[in-house]
Antibody
Framework: EGQLLESGGALVQPGGSLRLSCAASGFSFSNSVLSWVRQAPGKGLEWVASISGSGSVTYYADPVKGRFSISRDNSRNTLHLLLNSLRAEDTAVYYCAKDYRVAGIYYFDSWGRGTQVTVSA | SYELTQVSSVSVSPGQTAKITCSGDALPKQYVYWYQQKPGQAPKLIMY???ERPSGTPQRFAGSSSGTTATLTITGVQAEDEADYYCQSADTSDIYVIWVFGGGTKLTVL
């Protein structure tokens, strides 16, 4: 199923920007759809964005559309999430996750340990 | 996209049976998946396709689904089962897959 390791989380001021990274190993990276999922303090899981294996298709949850950008570097087996115009409500642990999508079956079969993003003045 | 609704908390004594439900209008058409999350850890898949257990999920965990409600049943709850449980499904009504999570259920083992 593979291994994922996030990095880049930090304390940032409202309106600021941050770039998260996720290093992957143990699976065919360029053939895998990948996603970011976040979890605000004491709250549930929220899907944020997904990207196709080639990187040509990206899509986002409504709360982050226009502010966040998901990308990948298949030569380095690395996934990124650029967070712009950050708001207090973006404070969360951000997980990268590997999608399993086969024959009508959709779930996340690998998760990283997460990286903390805190938006505060 | 649609929503999945979970009760916020369930409490049981060790050895008892815990039932955690997940409701959503699209569940008759989509499978449900269940994740277990312990404090400070990433979610872990414990049930897929409504009723299937991945390797490593103890047999005391069982999944079922009927109509708009899916249920995760833990028979003979153990202290180590204390965790948050999330149901998940997928909205495939558009060209993209939109991932949908329930709000989570905190299982407390008394």
């Amino acid at each position: 199923e593979g291994q994922l390791l996030e990095s880049g989380g930090a304390l940032v001021q409202p309106g600021g920007s941050l770039r998260l990274s996720c290093a992957a190993s143990g699976f065919s990276f360029s053939n895998s759809v990948l996603s970011w999922v976040r979890q605000a303090p004491g709250k549930g899981l929220e899907w944020v964005a997904s990207i196709s294996g080639s990187g040509s298709v990206t899509y986002y949850a409504d709360p982050v559309k226009g502010r966040f950008s998901i990308s990948r570097d298949n030569s380095r087996n690395t996934l990124h999430l650029l967070l712009n115009s950050l708001r207090a409500e973006d404070t969360a642990v951000y997980y990268c996750a590997k999608d399993y999508r086969v024959a009508g079956i959709y779930y996340f079969d690998s998760w990283g340990r997460g990286t903390q993003v805190t938006v505060s003045a | 996209s649609y929503e999945l609704t979970q009760v916020s908390s369930v409490s049981v004594s060790p050895g008892q049976t815990a039932k955690i439900t997940c409701s959503g209008d699209a569940l008759p058409k989509q499978y449900v998946y269940w994740y277990q999350q312990k404090p400070g850890q990433a979610p872990k898949l414990i049930m897929y396709k409504d009723t299937e257990r991945p390797s490593g999920t103890p047999q005391r965990f069982a999944g079922s689904s009927s109509g708009t409600t899916a249920t995760l049943t833990i028979t003979g709850v153990q202290a180590e089962d204390e965790a948050d449980y999330y149901c998940q499904s997928a909205d495939t009504s558009d060209i993209y897959v939109i991932w949908v999570f329930g709000g989570g259920t905190k299982l407390t083992v008394l």
